[in-house]
């Protein structure tokens, strides 16, 4: 059974709409990715589950229930905000116990269930600490407790990990996740983070313009992305524009890029006035010497000659930046092996990626 | 005391300090600083003098008066008249007593339910108005703490007064229009008059500091929108709950307009007596001491508020 | 839960009247006032007036006496905010430049006449002058009044100055300009708005005082105001509320003025209501 379900919420600024007809449901249990720009109208669905925002059209249940007429104080949700709204004239047990307070727990059951709040989050001992005498991380870990403690049907998170620095940013976000996991909670990620939407998410929802781009798992949103937004916003993409399509032979197809670079792609669309965008992730290309006699490991691959612009080694990865015949740009991320297989710029290298590799968009 | 201009000065490293070329800048920004110093001063000076002399001298003057043994029939004490602390002393009877605890009493009362009705009129502007209507809120506000004190007594008079055109209908309710209980109303009335405004204004100030997502965060955890505020709102606001209940005291107890007009004589405050004192039989010594005491008080006020504040920090 | 929610339902209710009845409340009497100015009865009657005419403004334009007051208000009111501008001005460009603990007392002892009852200063005032017997009552009210307006130029200059930080200043310096040059390209365009909405404030509270006013004003040379009140504790009739509505007229003016030249969010944000 489904805890969360919304169907066709709609939701209008003046003449903007923020949520313009959004259906999703959620399983017991998962972690759901919200990802999108800002603007899109992740957080007013959020706002919306939660009952700070009524929706102009649409329903929403919980368990089952249709909770359109319950004020927030009267659903189970539990929500963690991004500047994280811990009560600064309460102590951080008070802040946790807060929400059981107003939910009539017994006072004897408030204590130990703060204490264990506590061990859940590793800040047992701080009980008596104000959240101004805390770190960031260790304010973002008392208000995950402070929404854990009522127990919430559902769990909303809103942009988690934006107020900490990136560091920091890296080793909560596993730490999170570990929470999650272990207490089960059903839950929603909101944030603009790719690398945090595809981490903590079991499934993950792109939103765009306040409609749903696409859900999926991690893998389908990065590898096989529904639009031309949805690839451009989850990592990094090389794109062609193509207007003619020459030929299709062994279930290849040839696309002309603008440039006059010929790319040959294993998926295929029907043609259309504004042509197609062909789309090449950095990682799946593969740089070898220029001055090499000319050979493809197979015919389903495409080869591109050009010249290095620019080598910037950023730790695992070294990014190198091509420039093709068409004065149009390439980027290629490889692995960071060490001496020996340095690529300095000036050089003349070719670019081989996969048909199979290559994603086809149509205007 | 520092110019803005020589606030590089003490990064200067020590060890270059003998240096002739820094010697020489070092004395230059220097005298620029002296130059600053004695700038400031000249600007000060004009507004530090007017002080001095048309406040300072004359509280002076005050507070000399005031233990001088009053003669009646003349104006003020006579030049060398014997001093005294009985002006201080007569304070204490029962008939000077009553008008201190009138004037604090009514204006405690008027700053208690400026603050109460204040504080919902303000969070609602802050939070919920739209901006046309925040600003049109703005001006009406603004507008009434510049009114006259005159326009505002003459308009309740006018409105609540023994001839004013509610009259009829309170005579008509049975209410005895010059009973004191009716006059001590009207007064408070008068006092809410120009403190509600106030209090709403720097209450607005308040409520803007206050991060929304806190009172948010308590109606997600399960209070209902009454008991947020009780819990969270309301106790982050009181320093500006405070401060407003500060302001209006401050006016409430030094309003002389209010209650000379529309006490109608039966109801006084300290700033009226003072000014008996003064133009009716003309006891300078006694108005004096009633002026000191009186500040004393107000700054006994202030004082207690201001430790009010450190203990609120503190916790 | 139902039980919070009616708690929620009464708490909506109760704030809603609250804002109704205050709002009734604070613009009543003023509306009250403005109507029975143009009452047409020779007597003050039940409200709303039965006819309207503008005999009481006629009235108003009359008396020898308010247009005396009147005259004398306007004088002593450009002389004041001429006075109290430039020197609280000056005092807050100097103050501006303190450290913070010096600022802090300094600003402090300015704005103490703001806490001071008016009847004291005026008392004081009245017992200080009275001891050199020749001065004018025309310079007294002047003394006076600058001791309350002062505070409140000082005030404005400074919250005109907030924002404005020493680094502009020191860019300034590093250009090339010296001290004064910086000053009166950088410094006094910057807070010139400030002190405009200062001038604003002297004027208006010299308009409107009362208290001090009554203490140094004689028989021959009395302010708008004082006149006023002896009216309205001699003969209650509705030329006062024609001269009322003058007043509001005029608060009209100075707070278009005000919002003009600083705008009003930031003369509440800044400004003189905060303690």
Redesign the interface.
Known sequence: MSVLNLKDITKKYGELAAVDGISLDMERGKVLSLLGPSGCGKTTTLRIIAGFTSPDTGTVEIAGKDVGHLRPYERNVGLLFQDYALFPHMTVAENVAYGMRHRGTPTSEITTRVLRMLSLVQLTGMEARRPHQLSGGQQQRVALARALAIDPQILLLDEPLSALDAKLRLELRLELKEILRSVGATTIVVTHDQEEALTLGDEVVVMNAGKIAQRGTPTQIYEAPADKFVAEFVGRSNWFHASKRSQSTDGLTSYVADDGLEIRTRASRPDSEGGVDLCVRPEDIELVDGTAPESAPSPEHNVLAGVVLDVAPLGADVHVVIELPGKSRLLAIRKNVGRGSEILPGQSVRALFSASDVLVFQR | ?????S?VLPHLPEAAANAPIVKSAQKRIVG?RV??VK???L??L???A??V???G???L??LN?SFRTFEPGRI?SVEGAPLTIENYAELFLPVYMRYFSQTYFLAFCASLIAVL?AF??AY?IARYASSTMR?AA???L??????????????????F?S???FA?IMSALGVNMNGSLYINCVIV?GL??YS???SI??L??AVQQL?P??T??????????????L??TI??CIRGLV?AF??SM?LG??A??IP??LGRGRVMF??NL??SR?SEITN?PS??AI?IV??AL?LLL?FIMSRLFTLLDR? | MRSKRNADVILAVSVTAIIAVTVVFLLFPVIVTAFMAFDAREFIGPFPPTDLSTQWFVKFWNSGYLWSGFKNSVQLAVAVTVVATAMGASAGLAISRMSPRWRDLTTTAFLSPLVLPGVIIGFALLMFLSVFNVLPVFPRLLCGHLIVTIPYTIRMTLVGLTGISATLVEAASSLGANERQAFFTITLPLAKNGIAAGAIFAFAFSMDDVTISLFLSDYDTYTFPVALVGLIRSHFELTIAAAAVALMGLTVVLLLALDRVLGLERVIGQGVYRT
């Open positions: 005391m520092k110019s803005g201009g606030q620029a130059r600053a700038s400031q001063v600007l000060l004009p507004a530090v007017v002080f002399l048309f406040l001298l004359p509280m003057t005050v008066e003020g009705i919902p009129i609602f600003k703005m001006t009406l603004i507008g009434l703490t510049f009114l006259s004190a005159l326009v505002r007594v003459y308009a309740l008079q006018l409105a007064g001839v004013g055109i009829p009335v809410l008059h509600i405004p106030m204004l720097i607005i100030g991060n997502r806190l948010e965060a308590a109606q997600s955890l399960g209070a209902s929108a009454l008991s947020s505020h819990t969270v106790p982050l401060s500060l302001v401050t107890i030094s002389f307009i000379w007009i300290i700033s003072i000014y003064f300078y108005g004096a002026s009186m500040m107000s202030i916790t």
